[in-house]
T-cell receptor, first 116, second 115 residues
Framework: AQSVTQLGSHVSVSEGALVLLRCNYS??????LFWYVQYPNQGLQLLLK??????LVKGINGFEAEFKKSETSFHLTKPSAHMSDAAEYFC??????????????FGKGTKLSVKP | DTGVSQDPRHKITKRGQNVTFRCDPI?????LYWYRQTLGQGPEFLTY????????KSRLLSDRFSAERPKGSFSTLEIQRTEQGDSAMYLC?????????????FGPGTRLTVL
């Protein structure tokens, strides 16, 4: 069975600083991995996804993530934080059995705060 | 707006009452998922439909929960005899295709409070 662990429930950075949100996964098969962002009182929006193509994945709003099989990691980064990046971020793995189910298994989330 | 919509956005009910939520997916999306999100947690899978067929139910979905997707369009999630532990955000998502790699588009959620 697949699982996801997000290290750090709360990360605080200064505006303009590097953002690094950590995600480690567990999967017995090649995983499909996703990062979603959730703003207060809103649904989840996809930032980026890894589906076994390029290991460095670029997403929206300047975010990117690198799939590292040897470390079972899929950390999310952004070179320079903006105030508008303050939100909760979820890493997820797509559950695979029978090859086509596709429901997502989420981590507990990391709340990002950006200080002016 | 052609995104996923959910109704109502907020529901307050008394313990023991029945509630029903509705989800309208993106038109022509064949897959529809329900998730539950409690405070401080990520969303947890409840059930999903491929067109009108309910193909999988999580063990989180007790006998008090039932979901339908008649005609493969909108879906409803009903909770009977609500309990305080049912208080959560209920999220609906839809996707196109059958693969596990396809993006799921989420609605804004229905926040349920059981008093």
């Amino acid at each position: 069975a697949q699982s996801v662990t997000q290290l750090g429930s709360h990360v605080s950075v200064s505006e303009g600083a590097l953002v690094l949100l950590r995600c480690n996964y567990s999967s017995s098969v090649p995983p499909y991995l996703f990062w979603y962002v959730q703003y207060p009182n809103q649904g989840l929006q996809l930032l980026l996804k890894y589906t076994s193509a390029a290991t460095l994945v670029k997403g929206i709003n300047g975010f990117e993530a690198e799939f590292k099989k040897s470390e079972t990691s899929f950390h999310l980064t952004k070179p320079s934080a903006h105030m508008s990046d303050a939100a909760e971020y979820f890493c997820a793995v797509s559950e695979l059995w029978g090859g086509s189910q596709g429901n997502l298994i989420f981590g507990k989330g990391t709340k990002l705060s950006v200080k002016p | 707006d052609t995104g996923v919509s959910q109704d109502p956005r907020h529901k307050i009910t008394k313990r023991g009452q029945n509630v029903t939520f509705r989800c309208d997916p993106i038109s022509e999306h064949n897959r529809l998922y329900w998730y539950r999100q409690t405070l401080g947690q990520g969303p947890e899978f409840l059930t999903y439909f491929q067109n009108e067929a309910q193909l999988e139910k999580s063990r989180l979905l007790s006998d008090r929960f039932s979901a339908e997707r008649p005609k493969g369009s909108f879906s409803t999630l009903e909770i009977q005899r609500t309990e305080q532990g049912d208080s959560a955000m209920y999220l609906c998502a839809s996707s196109l295709g059958q693969g596990a790699r396809n993006e799921q588009f989420f609605g804004p959620g229905t926040r349920l409070t059981v008093l």
